[in-house]
Every structure is written in structure tokens, then in C-alpha cells.
């Protein structure tokens, strides 16, 4: 697709997504007794992170007794994470689902998440998310009107690719991979030699398509749902990171609702979270078989090999507040 038609279409999505979003009003509409939420995200309905948020959306409405719902508008109908991101942060829209590499973007403390083999597998990963740490991380983007409710699991992210299998972190050198716009995932790419090419998720497809990139980096429910397996017939399940999705509220809403109905909201968050986890158990075993039926190469390389060449991006965290985050998630069993 040729890039002026790429950029065009582009700033078309995003004018149809503000007229959408003033047709709707506000984050939070009042009708009567009862207080309407609107939460947009980028992900399919068939996405386990999706599943997850329904169900925050019928445990809300069930401890609510109807005083609380949600609107729910999937599939990057109001705009890209960042986009959504900055319409919390007016107050136009209640909540979101984000991944921590792209909040990162806005609150640098949840860089940390995302630094290659920092956690050692997902027990240790939901360990340090569920415990002081992820606690202290959660409340840290309130001063920027963007308050972590949860985190859901968004399992480990690894290489697939077009052209080659990649077997050892030398097979990295020379090729073109997307990556979030987060500078963790970018300095691990250079760091294994490869070329990291940030880019729009949706824009993806077609640059895998025409060869813009030689492959990504993602979890295998999202590899499914993207389709991206239909031109990437490798994949290595080298788990380089375990970068959560985080629940998030705008303070500006928040600050507009009762003590009872922030319990409400907090506690359907939880409830949400474990019945999430479950959601991405299943997906993954599903993800695999469905990538295996598709003729889809899968490879279980020696992850030391590929930590090795990364460590550079952990020594690169040399600030003291940094530093002590690392420390303290090493140190969790």
C-alpha cells in the first residue's frame, strides 16, 4: 500500500474515532441512578485480554446492582493505545486496556516490565505484579490522570519471522523487526543485532506483506488473531519478555465517583484478573495448535543464549529508582 494512502488513511480513522467519541459524550454519562463507563481498546473480541474485560464489565454491573456499566468499543474503534491513552487523560473516555510497553511512553517506571529475562517465568512475573511492586507501579501514572486498576496476562513475547527460523540469538543479526514504540524493546532488538522498526500494529499486516520488516515480536494468541501466521511461517519461543496489559482508569473519572463505587470498581478489577489468566491459559494451547495446523514452524531455542546478548539492556537501567526496582524483582521469589 503506498505510504501517502497509508497516511491518509490514517488521520481518516482518527477523525471518524473524535466524531464517534463526541457523538458518545463523555467517559461517564448519567442517566438517572445509574452511571455509564466508556472503555475502548485495540484488541479483537476473540482476544483473551477482551474476555477478561468482559468480564470486569458484568462483575461491575453485578456488585453495582446496575448503578455502574460499561460500554465497551474494541478493535481500536476510538484510536491506536497512545491515542486512547491521551483521551483518558482528558477525561473523554473512562478506561482502557494498555500494555505496559506503551505506557512506559507516559509513566517510565513501567519500563521495568519489560526488560528481556528479567522474570525468570510467569509464577515469578504474576508474583512481582500481584505484590508490592506491581502495587506501587499501578498508582504511579495518577499524577498524569491514568490510574493502573490490574494487570492482565499477556504471556511471553517471542520472534516470528518470514524468511528464516531463528535458532540462536545470532540469527537476530541483519533483520527487520517491529517493535512497540517502547525504547526497552527497541534496545533489545540493537542489542541482538537486529534492525527494530517501530510501527502502528494495525499498519503490520501489510508491512510483513510487502517485506517492510522481516518479522515481529508477540505473544501466539495475538500471532493468531492478527493473522500475521498466514506470512510469518517461523516462530521462536525464546519468551524474551513477560509485558503485562495493564486495566486502566482515568483519575478524572475516578475522582467522580463515590467510595462505595471505587470499591465496586476495584473489586470487579480483581475478579476480572484471575478469571483473565484462565482465558490466556486456554488461548495459548489453542494459539499453538492453530499455528501448527497452519504449517507454522515453531522452535524452542536456549533462552541463555538470547540473554546473554541482552543483559546490556539491563545494565542500561543505571538510574538509583530503576535500579532499585530491579532488585527488588530479583529478589522476589
Not at 467519541?21 to 481498546?41: E, R, Y
Not at 482528558?90 to 517506571?109: D, H, L, R
Not at 470499591?263 to 484478573?273: G, L, Q, R
Amino acid at each position: 500500500m503506498p505510504l501517502i494512502i497509508l497516511i491518509f488513511k490514517e488521520h481518516f480513522m482518527k477523525i471518524v474515532s473524535y466524531l464517534l467519541i463526541a457523538l458518545l459524550g463523555f467517559s461517564c454519562t448519567q442517566i438517572s441512578d445509574k452511571k455509564v463507563l466508556t472503555l475502548a481498546h485495540g484488541l479483537p473480541i476473540s482476544h483473551p485480554v477482551h474476555k477478561g474485560i468482559v468480564v470486569f464489565q458484568k462483575e461491575l454491573e453485578k456488585l453495582s446492582e446496575g448503578k455502574l456499566k460499561i460500554n465497551i468499543y474494541a478493535d481500536g474503534q476510538l484510536g491506536d493505545e497512545r491515542e486512547v491513552l491521551e483521551l483518558l487523560q482528558i477525561g473523554s473516555v473512562a478506561m482502557t486496556k494498555v500494555s505496559a510497553a506503551t505506557i512506559a511512553n507516559f509513566v517510565p517506571e513501567y519500563s521495568v516490565l519489560g526488560i528481556p529475562y528479567v522474570f525468570r517465568d510467569k509464577e515469578h512475573c504474576f508474583n512481582v505484579l500481584e505484590g508490592d511492586v506491581g502495587n506501587e507501579l499501578l498508582e504511579k501514572g495518577a499524577e498524569r490522570w491514568l490510574k493502573g486498576l490490574c494487570f492482565y496476562d499477556a504471556g511471553s513475547r517471542s520472534f516470528y519471522t518470514s524468511k528464516k527460523q531463528i535458532k540462536t540469538a545470532k540469527d537476530v543479526d541483519g533483520l527487520k523487526i517491529r517493535v512497540m514504540n517502547d525504547p526497552t524493546a527497541i534496545k533489545m532488538v540493537s542489542a541482538l543485532g537486529g534492525s527494530p522498526t517501530p510501527m502502528s500494529y494495525g499498519e503490520l499486516y501489510t508491512a510483513l506483506q510487502q517485506g517492510v520488516v522481516d518479522g515481529a515480536e508477540n505473544n501466539a494468541p495475538s500471532f493468531v488473531t492478527s493473522r500475521h501466521f498466514e506470512i510469518c511461517k517461523y516462530y521462536t519461543l525464546d519468551g524474551h519478555t513477560f509485558v503485562p496489559d495493564i486495566l486502566m482508569i482515568s483519575t478524572k473519572f475516578l475522582e467522580k465517583l463515590s467510595e462505595q463505587e471505587k470499591e465496586w470498581v476495584y473489586k470487579a478489577a480483581k475478579i476480572s484478573a484471575q478469571a483473565q489468566k484462565k482465558f490466556w491459559e486456554d488461548s495459548v494451547i489453542e494459539s499453538l495448535e492453530i499455528l501448527k495446523n497452519a504449517g507454522v514452524e515453531i522452535y524452542s531455542p536456549n533462552k541463555e543464549d538470547f540473554a546473554k546478548k541482552t543483559a546490556t539492556v539491563l545494565s542500561s537501567f543505571s538510574s538509583p529508582v530503576m535500579k532499585d526496582y530491579i532488585q527488588r524483582i530479583q529478589n522476589t521469589k
